[in-house]
């Protein structure tokens, strides 16, 4: 079974554009929730989705959006972009959203120059 | 979800068992204490979760006192690619305004 793909891995933009970045849950998985971790820092919770309905959201400003396709597939989106949104973003995916094991993508990397 | 706490760092030899400990003090009874590791910037891996009882995986074991308030995580015999950091969290069945906490885990060092 392929496990969670993300893209790009790789990304540099600049003060104030937008960005879009892509998550393909494991097949069957049914709940998506995304990350952002910077240096020093653990995983600070973004979102998470299920049956593209935002279940919970963390404390994130309203320039940190996302949605979740009939596929599960999600993507989440950042507008407005500050330099201190660089980081590692990431994706996991679960088969409900409960208790059950999250499986995390590779990440991408943002750059914000 | 509760929030855990760990010790920043910890050094282990290779070939010896490294014990990670986990203070959960706050967990609630339908709670799951997950542990996950990530090596060098990675995505983290999934190690293995419990929820009262003892587990055993071909990774790793889980220790989980009687009162579910600290929980251990042994790597019976580690080798050097076993050096990463570990994140112990507690999760919660599904549910509006769960956070999903992470701390910032345990920099383990597996040295020759």
């Known amino acids: 079974k392929a496990g969670v793909t993300q893209t790009p891995r790789y990304l540099i933009k600049t003060r104030g554009q937008q960005v879009t970045l892509s998550c393909s849950p494991i097949?069957?998985?049914?709940?998506v929730s995304w990350y952002q971790q910077t240096p020093g820092q653990g995983l600070q919770f973004l979102f998470e989705y299920f049956s593209e309905t935002q279940r919970n959201k963390g404390n994130f400003p309203g320039r940190f959006s996302g949605r979740q396709f009939s596929n599960s597939r999600s993507e989440m989106n950042v507008s407005t972009l500050e330099l201190g949104d660089s980081a590692l973003y990431l994706c996991?995916?679960?088969?409900?959203?409960?208790?059950?094991?999250?499986?995390f993508g590779p990440g991408t990397r943002l750059t914000v120059l | 979800d509760a929030k855990t706490t760990q010790p920043p760092s910890m050094d282990c030899a290779e070939g010896r068992a490294a014990n990670l400990p986990c203070n959960h003090s706050t967990i609630s009874g339908n709670e799951y204490v997950y542990w996950y590791r990530q090596i060098h910037s990675q995505g983290p891996q999934y190690i293995i979760h419990?929820?009262?009882?003892?587990e055993t995986n071909e990774m790793a074991s889980l220790i989980i006192t009687e009162d579910r308030k600290s929980s251990t995580l042994i790597l019976p015999h580690a080798t050097l690619r076993d050096t990463a950091v570990y994140y112990c969290?507690?999760?919660?069945?599904?549910?509006?305004?769960?956070?999903?906490?992470w701390g910032l885990g345990t920099s383990l060092a597996v040295n020759p």
């Open positions: 419990g929820l009262k009882n003892n």
């Open positions: 097949s069957g998985h049914r709940s």
């Open positions: 996991a995916s679960s088969l409900r959203g409960d208790a059950d094991t999250q499986y």
């Open positions: 969290i507690v999760r919660a069945p599904a549910g509006n305004n769960r956070k999903l906490i």
